[in-house]
């Protein structure tokens, strides 16, 4: 399984902006499915956005027009660009891998269908 290390989270005001980066310890872009979750305290871990290996994209209505996955090939790593942090936002961050060289369905967003994970990273949105 390929490994993963989140880092970028802090903490903002509202309406501020956030990057997070996802490293992968090996080649990803063109042949893992690749996700941001959070998980709130208390609450089940959900689906943020998410990128397949043909470079589709999935986002939850919640953060649709204010975060943007991305991916940076040469440095084998993910993105997630959050712009307008709401208090709502406010979560441990994960980065979900998933091997689907051959899928070219929609990127699913639901946590049990990426086996490796990162350890995450804390984001806190304050008003």
């Known amino acids: 399984q390929v490994q993963l290390v989140e880092s970028g989270g802090g903490s903002v005001q509202v309406g501020g902006s956030l990057r997070l980066s996802c490293a992968a310890s090996?080649?990803?872009?063109?042949?893992?499915?690749m996700g941001w979750f959070r998980q709130a305290q208390g609450k089940e871990r959900e689906g943020v956005a998410a990128t397949g290996a043909d470079g589709n994209t999935n986002y939850a209505d919640s953060v649709k027009g204010r975060f943007t996955i991305s991916k940076d090939n040469a440095k084998n790593t993910l993105y997630l660009q959050m712009n307008s942090l709401k208090p709502e936002d406010t979560g441990m961050y994960y980065c979900g891998a998933r091997p689907c060289f051959a899928y070219r369905g929609p990127v699913s967003l639901a946590a049990e269908w990426y086996p490796s994970w990162g350890q995450g990273t804390q984001v806190t949105v304050s008003s």
């Open positions: 090996r080649y990803t872009y063109t042949t893992h499915c």
